[in-house]
């Protein structure tokens, strides 16, 4: 008899993304115990991709027999938008069988195999059929601000096939760099760049392991370094720029050279990367030099067209030439336009810009939610569902201002509303092809790389594969910590080896693991830039990072959320306040915080604030107010802790008659 999991097993089973189906067999408990070497047995189809991933994330682990069956003879040589990727995967007493119907779902069911084995959660009369809830599951990563050489890149597909993800987005080109190695036009190679057999090797290498790879040349906007290379294809001269921000700097809409040189480009793209689809870019088009040019400008006036129509009539043209060289193309949600191409929209400007596209009858990958670099905590991310309706999606945006962890960047959330101005009711049902984490690169580099993406890329991964209905975040939580070993590297451990070579030892890690870098862009504005941005007059030579800026401090190692300050919860309040009071005990002296002071003596202030009510020499109230002035911003961090315990002890105050003790 075939029983759904059970509570038991469910709390216990490390799984991330959480399959589909998953059942166990009445009677039947335990793990599989099976000292014999692990060997592979494939019943059908014996592909060589299969085979060398299984020995890679198996090959270490005492499974006994492994039996793999793959109906489909058909040899796949690429993975594309519509892979088979369903598996099912059955734990016996004497064997392991694994089933699918291509080579794709094979590959999926080996990686939930390996998690499962990675924490000896092999159950006897465990059964798990499983499929993806979306055909597109990636994660774009910038590598034109920050570049990432091929070796830092090889890891990051292996933990996408270990998250079941499927799409690495390249950002190959953007203002200050572009990285992609051009025949014809070679002066817009930067300096640090991939070679085309680079690029032909990680098609290969994600391939194997069922990662499609797309690439992007973001235009007409964004060309600061494509024009520093060819100043005649915009109307006005540039300077090379390091800086981050949106920039003036476009291509000449109305120039032939310009679309032939496109066309060579897009040509040379789909040399090196077979994938059926290409990103055109297309967001955040500054239009002041089509205004202020004479030809440009007279020519709007005559057309009776606006800037944004202009875009709209350049993009006519690109997506002709993907067209043609039989892709189809892919643009950011500035594309948006009545008289649009047919193109795969990516939405990232909120709720709205979703719906806008469903109504224009385009195709959407959502992006909105899953912004890595804002340094948000799991469960934000793992919240935002990718068709809830635009209703429950806005509501959820306007909860983030009240969000006690985002409460210092609520104004930076209300400025972002005003990408709702052309909102629509889209009532059809909400259907989309699937979505993508960004990982924007101002403030991440190779070393920054491991803690800022895996730290939360699972739950991401969970909400594109999992159903629906998966939405607790307890569960989410515990098995995200399993995950991460997993991964090719665990982004705790990762941050702690950092800090072990800034020279940190392991107690004063303990301490720095409860601070969190500031949310949204907190950190890539600074104070001044925040503000003007806030006022409606952005300067952006306020800003306090450049591409060239090192990224060497404790701000850029920490994890984005502090799983120390979730574990301090697991303390009663008075033993974890006195746990971080041993802790500053053992730093050496004021002087060696360095920019930490400010934020460490709020901690430990903190901790005073919980002692004092714990002795009765403050109650509740006054304790709360305490905490409340004391979690904000210094500088760069945040520290969890404080905003826990606000949360902890506004719980209590609702819920209590006053009582000013905490109850034990």
């Known amino acids: 008899m075939i029983e759904p999991m059970n509570e038991k097993i469910e709390h216990t089973l490390a799984c991330m993304p959480w399959p589909a189906r998953v059942e166990t067999v009445a009677g039947s408990a335990g793990t599989k115990a099976c000292a014999e070497a692990t060997t592979f047995k494939f019943l059908a189809v014996d592909d060589p991709r299969v085979r060398q991933y299984a020995e890679r994330v198996l090959g270490t682990y005492t499974l006994g027999p492994v039996e793999i069956d793959i109906s489909s003879s058909e040899a796949e040589a690429m993975p594309s938008v519509a892979m088979d990727e369903s598996y099912r995967l059955s734990i016996d007493e004497g064997v392991i069988s694994l089933s699918s119907n291509a080579v794709w779902g094979a590959l999926r069911g080996l990686a939930t195999l390996a998690q499962l084995a990675r924490h000896d959660h092999l159950f006897v009369g465990l059964s798990i059929d499983d499929f993806p809830r979306f055909a597109w599951r990636g994660l774009l990563l910038d590598v034109a601000r920050h570049f990432f050489p091929l070796q830092s890149l090889l890891p990051v597909i292996d933990g996408l096939a270990a998250l079941k993800m499927n799409v690495l987005h390249l950002h190959l080109s953007d203002d200050q760099a572009f990285r992609f190695p051009s025949a014809a036009y070679p002066k817009l190679a930067s300096a640090e760049h991939y070679s085309l057999e680079e690029l032909r090797t990680l098609v290969r290498y994600a391939a194997n392991r069922g990662v499609r790879v797309i690439p992007e040349l973001d235009m007409p906007g964004h060309v600061t370094s494509w024009l520093n290379a060819y100043p005649e294809w915009g109307s006005e001269s540039v300077a090379p720029s390091l800086r981050f921000g949106v920039h003036k700097a476009c291509l000449n809409p109305l120039d032939e050279n310009v679309y032939d040189a496109i066309e060579t480009l897009l040509g040379e793209l789909a040399d090196v990367f077979p994938d059926d689809y290409v990103h055109v870019g297309g967001d955040e088009v500054n239009s002041v030099w089509w205004r202020r040019d004479p030809v440009i400008a007279a020519y709007l006036k005559e057309q009776g067209m606006t800037t944004h129509d202009l875009q709209n009539a350049f993009l006519v043209r690109v997506c002709a030439m993907v067209g043609k060289l039989g892709k189809q193309p892919i643009g950011w949600d500035e594309i948006l336009h009545p008289d649009m191409p047919d193109c795969l929209v990516q939405n990232w400007r909120g709720a709205t810009t979703r719906d806008r596209a469903l109504g224009l009858s385009k195709p959407v990958l959502v992006s909105a939610s899953y912004y890595l670099d804002l340094h948000y905590p799991a469960d934000i991310h793992y919240g935002f569902d990718p068709e809830a309706p635009q209703s429950q999606w806005i509501k ?269």
């Open 396 to 664: 959820q945006e306007d909860a983030l201002q009240d969000d006690p962890r985002l409460r210092h960047v609520a104004d930076g959330i209300e400025w972002t509303k005003q990408w709702r101005a052309e909102s629509t009711n889209f009532t059809g049902d909400v259907k989309v092809m699937g979505g993508e984490a960004c990982l924007w690169a101002e403030l991440v580099d190779p070393d920054v790389l491991a803690t800022r993406l895996w730290s939360r890329l699972p739950v991401v991964a969970e909400r594109l594969w999992s159903p629906a209905s998966r939405t607790d975040v307890e569960s989410m939580y515990r098995r995200l910590q399993a995950c991460w070993l997993s991964l090719p590297e665990d982004p705790e451990l990762t941050a702690r080896l950092r800090l072990q070579e800034m020279g940190f030892d392991d107690a004063q890690i303990a301490l720095l693991f409860l601070l969190e870098p500031v949310k949204w862009y907190g950190r890539l504005l600074g104070e001044q830039a925040l503000a003007a941005r806030l006022a409606g007059a952005e300067m952006p030579k306020a800003r306090p990072y450049q591409a060239d800026t090192p990224l060497n401090r404790v701000a850029d190692f920490l994890p984005p959320e502090s799983m120390a300050a979730r574990r301090l919860d697991e303390l009663i309040p008075v033993d974890a306040a006195m746990r971080i009071k041993d802790l500053i005990a053992v730093w050496p002296d004021a002087k060696s915080k360095g920019e930490l002071s400010a934020v460490l003596a709020a901690v430990e202030q903190g901790a005073d604030v919980l002692l004092s009510l714990e002795a009765g020499a403050c109650n509740v109230a006054e304790a709360l107010g305490r905490l409340l002035e004391l979690d904000v911003p210094y500088g760069e961090y945040v520290a969890a802790p404080l905003t826990r315990w606000r949360l902890a002890l506004q719980t209590f105050l609702a819920e209590s008659d006053g009582n000013p003790q905490i109850e034990q």
